[in-house]
């Protein structure tokens, strides 16, 4: 009796240690999966930035070091299609927070009151219909890592060569301040000189905490919604820190677009800061 029940005792053991050991190289198996399907170049790329000098971390995004991804924000970056006619793009979290206070801190010193195209000498001149402060980013700052990765950027998600595009105006719009609906292509021969016409058009936001201040696409949308505190015709879009609204101003058919009219709502509250690049036709230097 006694050594039957050594025997069935040593059984079981034996079978308990199996399926012991059994599990921990299953647990080992299904880690090198996901090691193998979330990170598949991640110690390669630590190795060619860093010599193999950084600890691998799972809390890393897998293209951590790898340069282009980072420049490009993958895998933050969410397009969400909004309206097809116009055609309307929103990118949520385009830009890092970093990059949204290094254009604010730039900008700031710089600030001038807002212009418009005179559609007979195509110079700025003041008018009632804009009511922001802005200014334009210098030639030479398109040379900063920030503005080349931001620009970089603008090009890949819009597909429009970074040469075609125009200096970065960066905009604030304080309380009661306004954009009144508007196209972004030119209705005068003299700015299609340079470039062509424009194509499209990329509006990022940099601040939060502001009360109206919506982009505002009449022609979008078959509903109404809040503009500036009042009930519109049309689509709206919110400003939130970090977020691009990329549209086009030129259709499918190589003609201005009637339907990309829009305006900034007027701001009930804060401050609403803002980089709007326009994409030209052809390389604008």
Not at 14 to 23: L, P, S
Not at 48 to 56: A, E, V
Not at 181 to 192: C, E, I, R, V, W
Request: with cysteine; charged share 25%; aromatic share 10%.
């Amino acid at each position: 009796m006694a050594s039957a029940m050594r025997m069935v005792f040593g059984l079981l053991t034996f079978v308990t240690v199996g399926m012991i050991i059994g599990a921990l190289f299953q647990l080992a198996f299904i880690r090198r999966l996901e090691d193998s399907y979330e990170f598949p170049s991640f110690r390669r790329l630590h190795e060619t930035r860093n010599s193999g000098n950084l600890r691998l971390s799972r809390d890393m995004p897998y293209w951590v070091g790898d340069k282009e991804s980072e420049t490009l924000r993958i895998g933050y970056v969410k397009p969400e299609i909004i309206s097809w006619s116009p055609r309307i793009i929103l990118l949520h979290n385009f830009l890092s927070t970093e990059e949204c206070d290094y254009l604010r801190a730039i900008a700031m010193p710089r600030l001038q009151i807002s212009t418009v195209v005179d559609t007979k000498t195509g110079k700025g001149i003041k008018s009632n219909v804009r009511t922001s402060s802005g200014m334009f980013l210098a030639p030479e700052e398109r040379k900063y890592a920030m503005i080349q990765a931001i620009e970089k950027r603008i090009s890949v998600y819009s597909q429009v060569p970074v040469e075609n595009g125009e200096l970065i105006q960066v905009l604030r719009y304080e309380k009661n301040q306004f954009y009144r609906p508007h196209h972004d292509y030119f209705s005068d021969t003299f700015n299609l000189k340079r470039g062509g016409q424009r194509v499209a058009t990329i509006l990022m936001y940099l601040s939060d905490n502001v009360e109206g201040g919506e982009t505002y696409f009449p022609m979008a949308g078959s509903g109404e919604c809040s503009c500036g505190g009042k009930m519109m015709k049309g689509m709206c879009v919110k400003p939130n820190k970090g977020d691009a609204l990329l549209f086009w101003s030129m259709g499918l058919d190589g003609q201005s677009d009637t339907s990309s009219i829009h305006g900034g709502c007027e701001v009930l509250s804060g401050e609403k800061w803002s980089a709007t690049k326009w994409m030209r036709q052809r390389a604008t230097s």
